[in-house]
C-alpha cells in the first residue's frame, strides 16, 4: 500500500479507534430509551449548526486553523486527535455522546486523489481490519452514496459485532474546499458472533455499544496538499466501567499509527502514520 493511501486511511482511522474501540465495560442489556435518542437528537442539532457555520466565509473551515500551535504540528505531518468539545463523553439520560476530532496533511495531493479512496467501501474490510470485518457498497450517486459495514473488536467484545448502514453525502463549498456527512441509518447487534448460536437483534437491543454513529470530513486544498479533518460523533450506553483513556497516557497502536491515548480532558494528542 502507497504511502498516501496508508495516510488517508489512518487520518479516517485514528477517529475509529479513539471513538469505538477502545471501551474497557463488561456487555449487559441496555436497549435504547427515547429520552437517550432524544438528546442525541438535540446534540445533533447543535453540531450541525456548528457545521453549516464552518461552512460560511465568516468562520475558518477546518478547527485546525483555531489554534496556531495545532495547524503548526500538522504542518509537520502529525495527525492530532483531540475532544471536539469539553466534557467529553458528555452524559446524556440513560447514555453517553462521544464527540471526537482529528486532522493531517498529505503533501502532493488532492481532493480528487483521494474521493476514490474514501468512496471505495467494499475495500474498507482491507483498510481497517482487523475491527472492519465485512463492507459492500450499497448505492453510488455524484452526490452521495450508502454503504454497510460489520464492524467487532475482538479485544474485547468477543462473542458481539455491529451490522451497520450508512448514508454519506458530498457537499462542494468551492474549488478546493469539500466537506461530506456520514451517518448510519441502521445498527444492529449480531450476538454470539461465529458461534452455531449466532443471531441478529432487533434495531435498538442489545448491550448499547453503539446505537448511533455521525462524522463530518472536510478537505481543503492548501498548502501544496490537501488538510483532512475528521469529527466523529457517537452515542453509546452509559458505562460504568472507565473509557481506558480516562487513566495515565498509555502508547497505542492502531492500524498504523502510533501516539499516547489522551485523557478525557487534554486538549489534544498527536500521532505519526506509518510509525513502528
Avoid at 84 to 108: C, E, N, T, Y
Avoid at 118 to 135: A, C, M, N, T, W
Amino acid at each position: 500500500m502507497s504511502s498516501f493511501f496508508d495516510r488517508v486511511i489512518c487520518i479516517r482511522f485514528a477517529l475509529v479507534a479513539f471513538l469505538t474501540f477502545d471501551w474497557q465495560t463488561h456487555a449487559r442489556a441496555a436497549d435504547l430509551k427515547p429520552e437517550t435518542m432524544q438528546a442525541w437528537d438535540e446534540y445533533l442539532q447543535r453540531a450541525n449548526a456548528r457545521i453549516n457555520q464552518r461552512s460560511s466565509l465568516e468562520s475558518s473551515f477546518l478547527w485546525m486553523d483555531e489554534v496556531p500551535e495545532r495547524a503548526a504540528k500538522v504542518r509537520k505531518r502529525e495527525i492530532v486527535v483531540a475532544p471536539a468539545r469539553p466534557h467529553i463523553p458528555q452524559k446524556v439520560p440513560s447514555g453517553l455522546v462521544h464527540d471526537w476530532i482529528g486532522v493531517g496533511f498529505l503533501p502532493g495531493i488532492t481532493i480528487r486523489d483521494v474521493m476514490p479512496v474514501l468512496r471505495d467501501y467494499g475495500r474498507y474490510k482491507e483498510f481497517y481490519q482487523p475491527h472492519v470485518i465485512d463492507s459492500k457498497t450499497i448505492e453510488a450517486q455524484e452526490s452521495g452514496d450508502r454503504f454497510s459495514m460489520v464492524l467487532m473488536n475482538k479485544a474485547f467484545f468477543k462473542k458481539t459485532a455491529l451490522d451497520s448502514d450508512y448514508q454519506a453525502t458530498y457537499f462542494r463549498v468551492d474549488d478546493r474546499r469539500l466537506y461530506s456527512i456520514s451517518q448510519t441509518t441502521h445498527i444492529r447487534e449480531i450476538a454470539e458472533f461465529g458461534a452455531p448460536g449466532q443471531h441478529t437483534l432487533p434495531e435498538d437491543e442489545g448491550t448499547g455499544l453503539i446505537w448511533r454513529l455521525y462524522s463530518v470530513a472536510r478537505f481543503e486544498e492548501r498548502d501544496n496538499g490537501l488538510y483532512i479533518e475528521v469529527e466523529a460523533i457517537a452515542l453509546s450506553r452509559h458505562s460504568r466501567g472507565r473509557a481506558s483513556g480516562g487513566g495515565a497516557d498509555r502508547p497505542t497502536r492502531v492500524a498504523g499509527f502510533s501516539g499516547n491515548r489522551p485523557e478525557a480532558n487534554r486538549s489534544s494528542s498527536s500521532f505519526r502514520c506509518g510509525a513502528t
